[in-house]
């Protein structure tokens, strides 16, 4: 690769994978590889690249026998930090936890654009309905979703996060066509004011709008929390 930063990124997510693998620098050597990742490099074998997980996303569906997957979906449990399982054509390829609803939208982007599938559908289960709602607004108008019911999807299940989002990805949901309105209870406001205590030591409570900004992805829970500070 002509990037060195990447081949080292590509090199370190290798053997993370512990996977061999073997650096060349000749064009001509290329066709002696089954599977090349380049940044410049070109021909039947070569898969073009030119970021690190995109070069990982791009050679997995390689390593199952195929140039890019034929159904991609991407499965997602929406609490405050969502987990994400990824299912190329019914194989588990990848499973994430986020730290905040408001990474979603990117990381989606970004696993899209990584396998290239010929058919991409983002389930996502019907629990926490203000984060689950965030989600589904920031997605679909661009991308196929699912609303899949999660009675009894976390029932015994120890990482329930990941657990459910593999769970989700698997199950049949129903088409969201529009955005949808978002519903912050009381409860889940009280929630977050609890938190807030919690981040601050027990010396700070942020009020109930504060709170309702945090739930609408407006402000993060640290910026609340400043927020009160700056003005005492």
Excluded at 32 to 49: K, P
Excluded at 139 to 146: M, N, T
Excluded at 167 to 187: C, D, M, S
Excluded at 217 to 228: C, H, P, R
Aim: net charge positive; proline share 2%.
């Amino acid at each position: 690769m002509k990037d060195l930063k990447l081949e080292y990124l590509v090199e370190k997510k290798l053997k993370d994978m512990r996977r061999r693998f073997e650096v060349i620098g000749r064009e001509q050597d290329v066709k002696n590889y089954d599977v090349v990742l380049s940044d410049y490099f070109e021909g039947e074998n070569c898969i073009s690249c030119y970021e690190a997980k995109e070069c990982i996303r791009k050679l997995k569906s390689y390593l199952y026998g195929k140039k890019r997957f034929e159904k991609l979906v991407v499965g997602i449990d929406p609490g405050p930090k969502p987990g994400i399982a990824v299912i190329g054509d019914g194989i588990v390829v990848e499973e994430i936890q986020l730290s905040s609803v408001s990474k979603v939208r990117g990381l989606i982007d970004d696993i899209y654009s990584g396998y290239s599938p010929k058919f991409f559908l983002v389930r996502i289960g019907d629990g926490d309905i203000t984060n689950r709602n965030r989600i589904i607004n920031s997605l679909v108008e661009d991308y196929i979703i699912e609303l899949v019911n999660e009675k009894n999807t976390s029932e015994a299940i120890t990482n329930k996060d990941i657990e459910s989002a593999k769970v989700i990805a698997f199950t049949r949901g129903k088409r969201v066509r529009e955005k949808l309105n978002i519903v912050v209870k009381e409860g889940y406001l009280k929630d977050i004011q609890r938190k807030s205590r919690i981040e601050s030591d027990g010396k700070i409570t942020i009020s109930r709008n504060l709170a309702k900004k945090v739930a609408l992805g407006e402000l993060s829970l640290k910026e609340a929390i400043d927020k009160v500070r700056n003005e005492k």
